[in-house]
């Protein structure tokens, strides 16, 4: 898969951690603090709401992990010289290179509703976000046969979010640094980068800020950002679309390291889908751009029975899902649940409509249509896989037609093509 490169900031900016510092001997022991808390325990599975990864995100550094710090410093008090220091850092996350430039956060941009938790989240068909904690510690490396001291944490807390265009094959990623807490050397002299890399053919870079803070400061959040599109070819076919996925590396060091390598650790966001409408015949109605939505979050067809102009048709479908045997399109928890997807092929549509209405009076009576479901453009038509078991009713010419052009409108805005699954709801 083809790798999109874009460097985001000019630093180490992390979602793991880890820093080797040189300070005098003098220095080190004057700035040790108490010994530092334990970490705050974290949860082992995701908060309510809160989707598992459907991709497998990046491992972490093991060997820069602060399981085995004490061991590491131990061994390179031996040959380091008196008075120097090791960091490490453990990252806590459940889930085209740009280098972001970082500039103070000043909060016009918040998380979006359903962000802010550890893990991985789709909270749309066009956001997800991803929140991982880095835990940092900064040690001497006496010589034998002192012990390692432990002279600095912070707790640093990074936030990815990523934004999709519906009406065009751009999406974007912002990014938020921010160290929540911090004691002793770990005050002072950390250095953050961070990088966006976006995979996937077709992904090219359109643009990334250009912030000059380096400096991770306790509780001065940061933010920068990179901005990508994609080039799906114009086609109905699910197969022709083109899917990308964005990764965030944090990059952490200490002006006084002694190793010039910082540690980096990253989180993913989940998969990109960017697809394009074939041209249209109507001259009245405007060529497709593209457009992105994440595929693996399943959408929800919302129609009221009490407002707008489809009420007959949501009242409809709220009988018929009742009455079918698998309840088409809604939506319990429940494994057996049938979501719906989508049929674009327009003679297969014909032949369900058809095949559902084969039993309502022809003619119509003067203003009526025969309102068939599960929706003739579905898979579960009544000639596919709803045969025998659909519902059809007649309602007002107006109120079906109402109910089709905001589908339609919905589609679009969901970007939801063919073989794509999605649920009914019905609300008061």
Known sequence: ????????????????????TVLSSAAAASAAPPAAPSPPPLPTAPAKGVQQH?????PPDESRSCATIKQRATTAGRTMRAGSLMSCADFVTMATKSAIGLDPDLGDDPLPSGCGVIGSKIVERGVDCQRGVIFYELWTTPKPPEVPKLVGTATIVVDSVDKLGWK????????????????????????????????????????????????????VPLHGYAQFHSSPPASSKPAD??????????????VNESDPNPYKASHESEWVRCDKRPPTENPNSPNDAGGCVFPDLVPTYTLSKSTGSATQTAAHIERAQEATLNHWGRYTGATTDKALTRLVNEAQATKNRNAACAAAPDPRPTGKDCDEYPF??????????????FHWELIDSSDNRAEGAYRKQWYLENRVIDEDPFWVKIVP
């Open 241 to 254: 679309a083109l899917s990308h996925y964005m990764q965030t590396t944090i990059n952490l060091r200490h």
């Open 168 to 219: 065009a094959p751009n999406f974007n990623r912002t990014v938020k640094i921010q160290m929540v807490e911090a004691t002793g050397r770990a005050l002072a002299g950390i250095k953050v980068g961070a990088d966006v890399d976006c995979f996937g053919s077709g992904c090219t870079l359109d643009y990334v800020s250009g912030g000059a803070v380096t400096d991770l400061a306790l509780k």
């Open 1 to 20: 898969m083809k790798r999109m490169p874009v460097r985001l900031l000019q630093g180490a900016l992390a979602g793991a951690a880890a820093l080797s």
């Open 54 to 58: 459907w991709r497998q995100q990046p």
């Open 376 to 389: 003739a453009a579905t898979y579960q038509g009544a000639a596919l896989e709803g045969r025998g078991d």
